[in-house]
């Protein structure tokens, strides 16, 4: 178990992993990439932007200045949203030690890259610090009020993820550990666009028989790209791959499907954007998910109807219509 930890990025995730690490009597760090926004929630001792009506334990301590917060550090926590992973990296790398473990919990693959988080991270750090990918059915809300949830921590590292299974493990969090990171990180960006749709199906309300239809098959896309990765295929019925995707889908909470949910309803895709001061990892991913699935030859028609819609301005009512009339063939 890890005895001092920081965590990168003041965001929802962040926060409550903050709460988690000081109930358990951990010293724990919170840094934020606006000094101004963090001072205002160490001053309310509530995230008032990104977490509200939970307050935040006394012996959390917020770090301002870049340089404070890997002081004393064991294990640094990245909880910054994909898109953002690199010039956040870029900026704090002179002040990372050398060799310490790095837990990623964002979900979502780099524009352009078409890098997973783990590896937008090591190829800043270099090889020397190890990374652990803690992804699965989380959303921050419920993990707040201390609903029971699950997760994994995935690396190569057996006894790295271990460690970091005992440091957030708690008697309502419970944390597997896996091998498989390209799986995990795969999973837990691809569900993002899957979610999405899930979102206009219900904004357009066609029913629960098209949602389910779209789960399914959205997990068929997800697991192709997954194996053309090289992921192992279980990893995609596991709790980041059906779990992750089950949540996002289903809960009135989640940014995706919530974004998706406005579209539906006709919205246009910058005022369902707008519509949430959170950032919306689904949007973002889905860019990188298409050309991912055209540098592997991978069919994903789910992902490339939510594309046409955001990116192409191809309506929802057209995009349904062609992927049910998509030539017939066995499951």
């Known amino acids: 178990m890890f005895k001092n930890v920081s965590i990168i990025g003041d965001g929802a995730m962040g926060t409550v992993l903050a709460i988690l690490l000081c109930e358990k009597q951990i010293p724990t760090t919170i840094w934020g990439h606006d000094p101004e926004q963090l001072k205002q929630i160490e001053k309310a001792r509530e995230n008032i932007f990104f977490l509200q009506g939970y307050k935040l334990p006394e012996t959390l301590v917020f770090a301002s200045q870049d340089e404070l917060i890997m002081t004393d550090a064991d294990l640094i926590v990245s909880a910054v949203p994909c898109q953002f992973i690199r010039p956040i990296w870029n900026r704090l790398k002179q002040y990372v030690p050398k060799a310490i ?84 990180e795969l999973a ?32 068929a896309e997800i697991t192709r790209l997954g194996i053309a990765c090289g992921a192992k295929t279980e990893t995609f019925a596991g709790l980041t791959g059906l779990g992750d995707l089950v949540t996002t889908c289903i809960s009135p909470r989640g940014r995706n499907r919530s974004f998706g949910e406005r579209i539906g309803k006709g919205q246009s895709v910058e005022q369902a954007k707008n519509a949430t001061k959170s950032v919306i990892e689904g949007f973002a991913t889905c860019r990188s998910v298409v050309q991912l699935a055209k540098k592997h030859k991978v069919e994903m028609p789910i992902a490339q109807s939510v594309y046409s819609v955001l990116f192409e301005n191809k309506s929802v009512q057209t995009a349904i219509n062609e992927l049910m009339t998509r030539q017939l063939k066995a499951e």
Do not use: M
Not at 109 to 134: S, Y
Not at 174 to 181: G, K, L, P, S
Not at 204 to 211: F, L, V
């Open 101 to 184: 473990p790095i837990v990623t919990v964002a979900k979502g693959i780099e524009n352009e890259t078409l890098l997973l988080p783990d590896q937008i991270i090591n190829e800043i750090l270099g090889n020397d610090n190890k990374v652990v990918a803690l992804s699965g059915p989380t959303i921050a809300d419920e993990l707040a009020r201390k609903l029971p949830a699950t997760a994994c921590a995935a690396s190569h590292d057996q006894k790295l993820a271990k460690q970091v299974q005992e440091t957030f493990s708690t008697n309502w969090f419970r944390v597997y550990t896996n091998t498989d990171i390209v799986g995990v």
């Open 188 to 219: 837990g960006a691809t569900k993002n666009v899957i979610a999405i749709a899930a979102g206009i199906v219900d904004g357009i309300g066609i029913g629960d028989n098209a949602k389910a239809a779209l789960l399914s098959r959205g997990l």
